[in-house]
């Protein structure tokens, strides 16, 4: 941490205060040598010295990257400053997640005047992405504990690996139990702003049991917003879908009036044939009166049992016949232009700027398939240039070096073996492209 000097004092004011520690690790005393050699008696005195209502008036950001926990005179120090604005990254949570040697830290009154600060505002939790047995620690158990301070606005989620867990039994009863003795059954804390990276739509259902949602601020004022899939774990290729929320028409037109100034979004949309249905979809996204930069992400194997629960595969709802698949998953310029002629003209064909259209779920399919879909699932992006009267459109397709890429990867995998398309994936694509040369091949 900076030491101000005497230079300094008129530029302070505490905006924002980073601790890079990990909060519920183990404790060492925090020494003032280890600040400033033989200067000072206490860290307290230090910070109550330099970290004053007056010095702390212009100060932007304190980072704290001592290797100990979070100080309690510090903290006692913020407490006391009239407009305490306290923002904790990387407060170290993962501890709490990981190692049950760390239980006694939460019996530390000082552990929990922490997290229920009225100073605190954000944090970030790693966590097990999955369970691996039944006796890994609960990652839901530990929402509780970070739900508790009434200010809290940022919350961010993150995935940490999974490692070897002992006594995770014990473990997760004290957790249960602690929480139970200390914490009423419903917080305060109300996120403005809530970043989930990868897993725990299960947890996020837990998450709701502690935390009171409904009081996230309107989308009134939001101009950017993005939704994109998540592939869940599988042991094989085709038993892997993408999982997002499904949107209907009657969403979508909800989402545009709450955010009128919504300008970019990125979101999944299941492809069904060019129904009714599906142009209804584009027809509604045009009717977001700020949006001027659209990326969707066209899933065209949607399978029902997916969005509900990841552990249910095509058992119950079997995917697409492949014909189906083909057609959804086939994009040229010509399709992409009608979307984008669909999307703008809805909303009177002068704000929509950027449309990009991909293709997800490319990996969900058995090797004939796959192989098929890969060299069908174009993607493109189309651009429109306000500096002309009227708009000026530009059609690029992209993604073909990934394509290419992917394609290599394959060959070298098979080596120098002939790979053949089976007869039943050859008719459905002789029925939907039939050749006009004698000379085609399956050969891949």
């Known amino acids: 941490m900076a030491i101000p000097d005497t230079s300094c004092k008129e530029v302070f004011d505490l905006d924002v205060l980073r601790a890079y520690s990990n909060i519920f690790g183990p404790d060492e005393d925090l020494r003032a040598r280890d600040l400033i050699p033989d200067t000072f008696g206490s860290p307290g005195f230090f910070f109550s010295k330099h970290l004053t209502e007056r010095s702390m008036m212009r100060l932007t950001e304190i980072h704290y990257l001592l290797k100990n926990m979070f100080p309690k005179c510090l903290l006692e120090v913020i407490h006391n400053i009239t407009r305490p604005v306290l923002q904790l990254r990387e407060p170290g949570l993962e501890g709490v997640l990981s190692s049950p040697s760390v239980v006694s830290e939460l019996k530390d009154p000082f552990e929990m005047d922490l997290l229920q600060s009225p100073c ?15 006796t890994q620690v609960a990652v839901e158990g530990i929402f509780p504990l970070i739900t508790m301070a009434p200010n809290l606005k940022h919350i961010e989620l993150t995935e940490d690996v999974i490692g070897g867990i002992n006594q995770t039994t014990e473990y997760n009863q004290f ?17 403005v702003f809530l970043r989930h990276q990868g897993y725990c739509f299960d947890s996020l ?3 709701n049991k502690s935390t009171d949602f409904s ?10 917003f993005i939704i994109k899939p998540y592939m869940p774990p599988g042991q094989n290729a085709h038993e892997k879908h993408p999982l997002y929320p499904l949107f209907n028409s009657s969403n979508l037109i909800s989402l545009s009036r709450q955010a009128p100034y919504l300008k970019e979004l990125q979101l999944p949309l299941r492809r069904s044939l060019g129904s009714q249905t599906e142009c209804e979809l584009y027809k509604v996204l045009g009717k977001f009166p700020s949006l001027h930069s659209l990326v969707l992400d066209l899933d065209y194997n949607f399978r029902e049992s997916i969005a509900r629960d990841y552990n249910q595969f095509s058992e119950q709802n079997p995917e697409l016949p492949a014909r189906d698949i083909f057609i959804n998953v086939a994009m040229d310029e010509t399709l992409a232009r009608a979307i984008w002629d669909r999307i703008d003209l809805s909303g009177g064909g002068r704000r929509l700027r950027n449309l990009r259209i991909s293709i997800i779920g490319v990996s969900s399919l058995r090797r004939a398939e796959g192989e098929i879909v890969r060299r069908l699932a174009s993607q493109f992006l189309i651009s429109r240039s306000m500096s002309y009267v009227g708009g000026h459109m530009k059609v690029k397709e992209i993604g073909k070096g990934q394509i290419e890429s992917q394609t290599a990867s394959q060959l070298e995998y098979d080596e120098s073996e002939l790979f053949e398309l089976p007869k039943r994936v050859q008719e459905v694509v002789s029925s939907l492209w039939p050749s006009e040369s004698e000379d085609f091949t399956w050969d891949f």
């Open 120 to 134: 605190l505002h954000s944090l970030i939790m790693d966590f097990k992405p999955y369970r691996v047995t039944k």
């Open 175 to 191: 957790l249960d139990d602690y929480i139970k003795s200390n914490s009423s059954p419903q917080y305060l804390a109300t996120p």
């Open 205 to 207: 259902k837990e998450w």
């Open 215 to 224: 009081s996230l601020g309107e989308f009134e004022t939001l101009q950017g």
